[in-house]
């Protein structure tokens, strides 16, 4: 198995700074938008932008939840190994309200039509973004594509992209990984 580097610590955090800087130009203030980071990937993206829209952009107001999509999933009982759940922590109300998704990879679009059905029990929001730091564009097996995106990676099937964050894995870096 060999790895190659895409992205190393200076090249995240500035492609995390343009993102934030795309969402702020389109939620202003954030008054009427929710984060929601997807679990269990993306909310370490979700807080990474959550903390550096709040300390270097002073968004005040800004509301961030995480999202559990486990059980939502059309793979749930696929998979010769059970899925393990992890925590729903949205303590905000997302009835009316602007919704953006963060995940960190996008791949076949199964992960965000789960989002789309799991978002539902906690209102109707007026309208739902995605937000990926990865985006596989030719792997999609639904029609979903990213409102932002950090950087698109044209990897074939059996190469994977993993992301790695300095609060999980000690680092910020993005390897493509062939199997």
Not at 64 to 86: S, V
Request: aromatic share 8%; charged share 25%; proline share 3%.
């Amino acid at each position: 198995m060999s790895q190659k580097v895409l992205l190393n610590a200076t090249e995240v955090n500035i492609i995390l700074h343009r993102l934030a800087c795309q969402l702020i130009e389109n939620h202003n203030d954030f008054s009427n938008t929710v984060l929601i980071g997807l679990q269990p990937r993306g909310k370490y993206l979700a807080n990474r932008l959550a903390g550096m829209l709040k300390d270097e952009y002073k968004i005040k107001n800004l509301q961030l939840g995480h999202l559990d999509i486990t059980f939502y999933r059309d793979d749930f009982r696929r998979g010769e190994k059970p899925l393990e759940a992890n925590s729903t922590e949205i303590n905000v109300h997302v009835e009316d309200k602007k919704v953006v998704f963060i995940d960190d990879v996008l791949y076949t679009g199964r992960s965000i039509r789960a989002a789309l059905t799991a978002i539902q029990s906690f209102g109707r929001p007026t309208e739902i973004e995605l937000l990926t730091l990865i985006d596989r564009r030719f792997s999609r097996h639904l029609p979903i594509q990213p409102n932002y995106r950090g950087r698109q990676v044209d990897a074939i099937n059996n190469e994977k992209v993993k992301v790695n964050w300095l609060e999980n894995e000690g680092e910020d870096a993005v390897y493509l990984i062939q199997n």
